[in-house]
Each structure stands twice: as structure tokens, then as C-alpha cells.
């Protein structure tokens, strides 16, 4: 009897990249013939492993170097499983992985109560908003609940019980400063993702958008100066005393560099 079990492009591509590392690093001889019977089985799914992107000519993101990747050439680096590891490098970056059925649970259950999680991340946030806009050590804030956000208006019609908890702002003393701040925080999360209980901050230029070149920051409208940051739940005070940390830190550099 077999049994058909439905599994996302994803999953497949975990499984074939974990086997390959496995091969790698595996010698017993036994271990090593399973794990390449299995590999067998699945890379016909995605990809054989056998093509030759180089002789081709028709796979220029995979044979030229990437500039989403610092000028990585896929297919020199890695020959014939060039396309898994594009896959699984793009994909992850760009769509993260699949949703296991018990984070699938962990959502459901934290949707209940979401509400009143978000009437105390819209408090936090003006708070934040006015925190910063008085703050000696940054040059801008962008919120749409301040009157000169281009969302302002737009805002109070959509959200009226308030404007989220996602603030931008930019650091005095640019992408040092902006690395400085981040490393020095303590209660805020240095992570990637948004709308946690805690908060979360990150420095785009040196972080998330790391790999773009100039240009491409601009299209993005990503300066060297901005920080990202999530406000969470935390007591009010707490983040900001945090922040504070963070912005002494931040003077430091620049008080060395001009001496």
C-alpha cells in the first residue's frame, strides 16, 4: 500500500538541502548510500541535478552574477544543484518558510485575543511618535498619525481606532550610528519580522536591504539612516529607556571620528 502524504515545493526543497549537507559531511558508507537513495528519489521533483545551466544560455539569473546576492554566480558556485540552492536561498529570503500546523495553532489561538493586544500597541506607538519627534538624536519621523505623513488624511478615514504600531525613523550620524543603536538595545528585538508583542527594531541598510547596491536603496527609498522599528506591549517607559541606551551608544562613534 502507498501512502500519498501532500507536502508544499518548500518542504521538498528543506528535505533535498538538509540531505545534501548530510552527504557532505557523512562518511560512514551505509549512511552515505541512503541518504543518496533518497536524494534520488527527490531531486526528479524539483530538479534533476544533472542539467548544465552553464551550456544552456537561457538561465542568466542562474549563470551571471546575482545582484541580489553580492554577485553571486549561482551555477560556478554550486554546478548542477544550482537551481535548488537559488530556490531555496530567493525563496526564503524573499517568502519565508512553509507554516507548520502548530504555528498554524499558535495563530489561531493568539487571533483571539488580538484586539486588545493592538489597542495597546496604537497607545505605545503615539507615545513612541512623540518620544522620537522630540528626541535630540533623530532627524525624522514617518507615522501616518502626524500631519505631515502623505497618509494622514487617508489614516483617520481607514483607522480610526488607530494607526498601527510600525514607525520609522531616522538616526543622527547615519549607517555607524544607525549599527551602533541596534547593537546596544536590550529590551527591543533585533529581528526581521513585524507586529510581535515584543518590540522589534532593525537598521535596514545594514541588515534586510544589505545586498542592494545605491541605486536600488533609492528605488526602495531606503536610507542609511533609518531604523524600522515594531512597537510591542512592554511598559512604555521601558522602551524608551531602552531607546535612550541605544542613542548614547550611538553618539559614540561619531564623537571618536571627529577627534
Known amino acids: 500500500m502507498q501512502l500519498h502524504v501532500p507536502v508544499s515545493v518548500g518542504e521538498v526543497l528543506d528535505k533535498i538541502t538538509i540531505l ?29 541535478g544533472s542539467f548544465d545551466w552553464e551550456a544552456s544560455g537561457k538561465f542568466p539569473t542562474l549563470t551571471e552574477p546575482y545582484a541580489g546576492y553580492h554577485g553571486l554566480d549561482f551555477a560556478e558556485e554550486f554546478g548542477p544543484v544550482a537551481f535548488t540552492m537559488k530556490a531555496r536561498a530567493e525563496g526564503m529570503r524573499d517568502m519565508g518558510p512553509c507554516l507548520s500546523p502548530q504555528n498554524a495553532w499558535n495563530v489561531l489561538q493568539g487571533i483571539e485575543t488580538l484586539s ?51 514607525i520609522a525613523f531616522g538616526i543622527k550620524g547615519g549607517k555607524e550610528a544607525g549599527a551602533a543603536f541596534i ?19 532593525i537598521h535596514p541598510a545594514s541588515a534586510t536591504h544589505s545586498q542592494m547596491d545605491e541605486a536600488t536603496l533609492k528605488l526602495a527609498n531606503m536610507s542609511h539612516d533609518m531604523i524600522r522599528l515594531s512597537v510591542g506591549i512592554e511598559d512604555i517607559e521601558d522602551i524608551k529607556n531602552d531607546f535612550e541606551n541605544g542613542f548614547r551608544a550611538a553618539k559614540k562613534p561619531r564623537l571618536v571620528a571627529n577627534q
Open 20 to 48: 545534501q549537507i548530510k552527504l557532505a559531511h557523512i562518511s560512514d558508507a551505509r549512511k552515505r548510500t541512503n541518504i543518496q537513495t533518497e536524494l534520488d528519489a527527490l531531486l526528479p521533483l524539483v530538479d534533476g
Open 116 to 166: 486588545v493586544r493592538m489597542e495597546k500597541h496604537c497607545s505605545n506607538a503615539l507615545k513612541m511618535v512623540e518620544f522620537l519627534n522630540n528626541h535630540e538624536s533623530v532627524a525624522w519621523v514617518s507615522h501616518a498619525s502626524l500631519p505631515d505623513n502623505p497618509d494622514y488624511e487617508l489614516a483617520k478615514k481607514l483607522l480610526p481606532k488607530g494607526t498601527g504600531s510600525m
Open 183 to 201: 547593537d546596544n538595545v536590550k529590551l527591543a528585538s533585533h529581528l526581521a519580522n513585524v507586529g510581535d508583542t515584543r518590540t522589534l527594531v
